[in-house]
């Protein structure tokens, strides 16, 4: 299994729309969860940190259930400018090492 | 967010040389920066963890006399490639933590060795 798990996509989504993504981690003893975006051929950027409690910012929601070890990301009122890659990443317990999924390719259609 | 610069952006080299990526923290103090490599279509994988005044620690399967790091500032890591070869070619980001343990990433380094 890996470490960290995510659908690589694409999801094609209109704009306007609200779309959702999962990602699974495989040790339960991680404690630190984000949420990065890629842009084609550029570095991650930082989307926003994921929090027990789960935390909101603007558009974008994210949650953490670590019962089932999945976090998840939800963007609503979908933009252009939102077609990206997600990365999910999960710290390697007890360490700042970080272990990313592959990606989520979003593609959000005028 | 925290700023971190990497230079150069892309580079293009012959096969058996050595190239050198720099990495700098432009407004905060970074006592350890990390590596990572990107090929295409494939997620970040983590190659050393560079620590200022102190060797690196590379990763499983990672080379560490072919991939040189240096950590002499607590602004600055370099990660040198020495005699690069095609399989090298990638896309090499570093990252520096922030206050709050959060990555911040230099701009990447396209490498490609011809």
């Known amino acids: 299994r890996k470490e960290v798990e995510q659908d690589p996509g694409p999801f094609n989504v209109p704009e306007g729309a609200t779309v959702a993504f999962n990602c699974t981690y495989s040790n339960s003893a991680s404690q630190s969860f984000f949420w990065y975006r890629q842009d084609c051929r550029k570095e991650p950027k930082l989307l926003m940190s994921?929090?027990?409690s789960g935390n909101e910012d603007g558009r974008f929601t994210a949650q953490l259930n670590r019962a089932s070890q999945y976090i998840s990301l939800l963007i609503r009122d979908s933009k252009l400018s939102d077609s990206a890659t997600y990365l999910c990443v999960v710290n390697q317990p007890g360490t700042y090492k970080y272990i990313f999924g592959t990606g989520t390719r979003l593609k959000v259609l005028a | 967010g925290a700023v971190v610069s990497q230079h150069p952006s892309w580079v293009i080299c012959k096969s058996g040389t050595s190239v050198k990526i720099e990495c700098r923290s432009l407004d905060f103090q970074a006592t350890t920066m990390f590596w990572y490599r990107q090929f295409p279509k494939q997620s970040l994988m983590l190659m050393a963890t560079s620590n200022e005044g102190s060797k690196a620690t590379y990763e499983q399967g990672v080379e560490k006399d072919k991939f040189l790091i240096n950590h002499a500032s607590l602004t600055l890591s370099t990660l040198t490639v020495t005699s690069a070869h095609p399989e090298d070619s990638s896309f090499y980001i570093c990252?520096?933590?922030?206050?709050?343990?959060?990555?911040?990433f230099g701009q990447g380094t396209r490498l490609t060795v011809v």
């Open positions: 990252s520096a933590l922030g206050p709050n343990a959060e990555a911040f």
């Open positions: 994921v929090y027990s």
